[in-house]
């Protein structure tokens, strides 16, 4: 018997410490916007007007005028460097002006490569124009800027400001390096102390200058994490308003007309069925006759349960929208179906990450399509088993939950058939759960796809946009 499983293990304490500095999933449409200003609409632009300038400084003999063999042969190096740099970024000039044909997560490593490669250049000119006191330091600071702006990924566009403030170090080493080399006096790179034994500066001078730069690349660094989490959370939230609104809207619009639609249907079938009981009583010696009116009867009673069913729908009425976690209502409907105390030995895999899009809708809408679908998958096994739930994020910012199980698998001839509704391969099988499901996850816009194949299991996929409307049918 396995228990409930928890799915995040995490202690409240370190969680909510943890979820603070959690920036929310990022919104791939709009960083495509933010890439086509700042890289396409102004990088490209900008990089075309300082081309000239740079060539005309690494290539003009005069500009250094007599230079040392160690520094000369850097210079034979970014020369070269130069050269390929052109070549790359004639090559992703021509992706970015193209970027509407490419795909996102082709266009992200686009950009993020060639923000590697844009400071590698800029550390590698530092070391001409003054290393660590370099006027350059300035466009180290507005990398880290930029990188924030067209880096959808938090965990990249660190990785990246980081590597920004690693190499304006290194290019400051290394142009110390080169003046060593060139002079070999070391002397020369400490504070001259004066004939009468005194010290007009103090030596922690230079080190404390270095020091307050590269803690400014740092907060920068933080900060620029910080404005994106909290520009993000805002954006969301009012995305999340928005959508409150609207679909509590349709929800109290479904469950009105399903409300009445109940409410004109019942009465007659009622009728219907009195008058048929009736007529059976009166008519009991015709065999034939009782055989029909029992069909009738039959089929109004099960019209009568439908109706019954769709007058859950005015429950809507009361019913409200908020933010429902996957981890969350995942736990949950584990819960549900496979409760600790019913003795059922079925191991559950769990692969869900804690930053998923927030679904909004009724708490019980979205239980119910998980608890059918575990429920099935516990019903195909039986006693025991293995069912591996993993969830990760679909494209247009939604959720993607795989519920796969070890059971006998679908036959490949009714497949095509279990969405029917009072279809069912089980003994005591409604025919409905995969319906509601199906219906349900439509309703939010959502899909549900099903593979299977006999003696290997079943995997039950359903996607829920986040931020789609619903679709009411």
Known sequence: ????????????????????????????ALFRQRIRFVERNIGLWVKLMLAPVI?????????????????????????TFTLMMTAVNIGAGILLWGMDEISTSLLERVVSVISLLDTAFLAAVTLFCGG??????WVFLGLVIRN????????????????????????????????????????????????????PESANEPFEALMLRVLLLLLMTVVCLGLRILIDRQRQREAETQEFALKQEQLEAAGRLAAEIAHQLKNPLGIINNAAYTLQKTVREGKTITQQISIIREEVARS????????GYARLVEGRVERVTVPEILEQSLAVALPSGAGFAIQVHLDVPAALPVLLGQRGHFLEIFTNLLVNAREAMGQSGQIWITARPAPDYGVQVTVRDSGPGIPAEVVGRIWESYFTTKDRGTGLGLTIVKHTAEMYGGRVRVESEAGKGAAFTVTLPARTLMRLR
Do not use: H
């Open 1 to 28: 018997m396995a228990e409930a499983p928890t799915i995040d293990p995490a202690s409240p304490r370190w969680r909510g410490l943890f979820e603070v500095f959690q920036a929310p999933p990022p919104d791939l």
């Open 148 to 199: 924030a702006a067209i880096i959808p990924r938090s965990e990249v566009q660190v990785l990246v400001n980081l590597f920004v403030c690693a190499l304006y170090v290194l290019s400051g080493v290394l142009e110390l390096r080169l003046n060593l080399v060139e002079t070999q006096v070391l002397d020369s790179y400490t504070p001259q102390l004066q004939s009468s034994g005194g010290a």
């Open 304 to 311: 009568d349960r439908i109706i019954t069913d769709l007058m």
């Open 132 to 137: 660590f006191d370099s006027i350059l330091y």
């Open 55 to 79: 060539y005309w400084f690494l290539f003009n003999p005069s500009t250094f005028g007599s230079v040392s063999g160690p520094r000369e042969d850097v210079l034979g190096y970014l020369q």
